[in-house]
């Protein structure tokens, strides 16, 4: 099965539906989807590369990242996204581990296509050859044939803690999501519309997979990038949107919402489903964004090892608010979607009893097939058949999974375990708190201490003693931030995730 198969399919059904769209302004069909793939995939075959080559996709988002996409798989490539804001060395260090043979890249992000070495090519999207490969005429007699255990998406996880891996995600794996989107996440009909704000070299890219499986429309915003009041627009103009959300992007939705001053119905004139996930989504958090915009909304948790497939709170469960758990259901990332069982163990793989806190455990068709050349890292990470996530969680006695932390943010003070979650949940619930990280720092009586980095909501005026009473209000003494570090704005990457190694950094070097 190659999933360039759906899009051949799609287009054999209704050649002429609209389908991707820069803006409002619609630039291909199904149909000519398909088409040009197929000449992408005749051209790349006809430069030398062979099935299983890797064609690395250095771009903002952009209408072409979809048709390159499947341009690569028409021809048995193996695509390998990559961070738009990255680096070009940090770049040109995965072009050579994963022995690229090409990249696509676009001039923003790459304005000298020839600083990469090691490549037969490197095409401009936005160029003109790009675009003579699109509409010249050039086509592969039949899309190439994969194995479902093929690598289609050779995913480099975000190495904030040396260098990144390469995950081999196969033609099972994503086909798997695809169908699960369906079941777990949202229904998808023809009259749909999914959005691209969210970076398209991550998950919201992948999510193209099941909205393309339903015949939906693909909508890249013409800033490239994410701008709320461009998505409220965008969603009145074309129908109801649908997008994958880092918590930070949500955030911005509803202060959008609130400033527009929308009512929840008008809210949903501009955004049938906004799926979150990919860092922590906060209580105080999702009840505001359910009071502003209403039940729109669904998060998943999963990771790049098993993409977008772990587990799912479902609409219902965000509007079922009568149930005597509501709360604790709330600050869950949910069940385990429908292809994967889901546990949490201790540290040599015993189970725990419901409620008791362990790392969380995924076995399933969407688990990656390992990190590319690298059997050490493989071995540790996949054990019988589990993927060990390396983040700490527990399962209440209805299936529920309620994550603490990553394993390493794990504060351990005067031999107490303290999860920076928790600590967060309550600093964010304090008045005039806009944002908070919480980190350990090393300490010679205690060995680490807890530290809160606070973002203040603008015109705000707090200090550490009010956060301190505030804490001891809600959470046990020995849990408290020793340190409150007011800042402006706190280090995320490009996909809104907090980078708490950074914060780290700037303790250790007093910055």
């Not at 048709?67 to 990255?86: D, I, Q, R, T, Y």
């Not at 688990?367 to 890292?377: F, H, I, K, L, S």
């Not at 001891?472 to 907090?498: C, S, T």
């Amino acid at each position: 099965m190659n999933l360039a198969h759906l899009l051949e399919r799609a287009a054999l059904q209704d050649p002429a539906r609209p389908a991707i769209f820069s803006g409002t302004r619609s630039v291909a069909t199904h149909g000519q989807w398909a088409q040009r793939a197929s000449g992408v995939g005749a051209h790349l075959r006809a430069a030398g590369l062979q099935p299983g080559d890797r064609v690395v996709f250095f771009m903002r988002n952009h209408p072409r990242y979809l048709e390159l996409m499947f341009g690569a798989w028409w021809a048995g490539l193996v695509v390998v996204p990559v961070n738009a804001k990255l680096h070009i060395k940090e770049v040109q260090w995965i072009v050579d581990n994963a022995q690229a043979r090409w990249a696509f890249v676009t001039s923003d992000v790459a304005p000298d296509p020839a600083a990469f070495t090691g490549l037969d090519g490197v095409m401009d999207a936005d160029s003109a050859a790009c675009t003579a490969w699109l509409e010249g005429g050039e086509a592969l007699p039949a899309i190439t044939e994969r194995a479902p255990t093929d690598t289609a998406w050779l995913f480099y996880t975000s190495g904030t803690t040396g260098r990144p891996k390469g995950v081999m995600i196969t033609h099972r794996n994503l086909l798997t999501m695809g169908l699960t989107y369906f079941n777990d996440v949202d229904p998808v009909d023809v009259g749909d519309a999914i959005a691209y704000a969210a970076p398209m070299s991550h998950g919201a890219g992948l999510y193209a997979i099941p909205h393309l499986m339903a015949g939906a429309r693909h909508v890249v915003p013409a800033s490239g990038g994410f701008d709320a009041a461009e998505l409220f627009a965008l969603g009145r103009q074309l129908g109801p949107l649908s997008l994958f959300a880092a918590p930070t992007i949500v955030k911005r939705i509803v202060d959008e919402a609130e400033a527009q001053g929308l009512t929840p119905e008008q809210c949903g004139q501009s955004f049938k489903t906004i799926v979150y996930g990919g860092a922590p989504m906060y209580a105080a958090d999702i009840q505001r964004a359910l009071r502003t915009m209403g039940p729109r909304f669904v998060q998943i948790y999963g990771q790049g090892e098993s993409p977008m497939v772990g587990t799912a709170l479902s609409r219902t469960h965000l509007a079922d608010a009568a149930h005597p758990r509501y709360a604790e259901r709330l600050a869950s990332v949910g069940v385990a979607q429908t292809p994967v069982r889901i546990r949490v163990a201790g540290p040599g793989g015993e189970p725990v009893a419901p409620g008791e806190v362990g790392e969380v455990l995924i076995q399933g068709d969407s688990v990656m097939a390992g990190y590319w050349q690298n059997p050490e890292a493989t071995q540790a990470a996949i054990r019988d058949g589990w993927l060990w996530t390396g983040d700490m969680g527990a399962l209440d006695a209805d299936g529920f999974l309620t994550l603490k932390d990553r394993s390493k943010d794990l504060i351990i003070s005067g031999g107490s375990n303290i999860y920076p979650r928790e600590v967060e949940e309550v600093l964010l619930t304090t008045p005039g708190v806009s944002e908070v990280a919480v980190v350990g720092a090393p300490d010679p009586e205690w060995g680490e201490i807890v530290v809160a980095f606070v973002v203040l909501q603008p015109g705000a005026t707090l200090d550490s003693k009010a956060l301190d009473a505030f804490c001891l209000e809600h959470i046990a003494r020995f849990k408290r931030p020793k340190r409150y570090e007011m800042v402006d704005a706190l280090p995320k990457n490009n996909y809104g995730k907090v980078l708490k190694t950074v914060l780290r950094e700037r303790l250790a070097t007093g910055t």
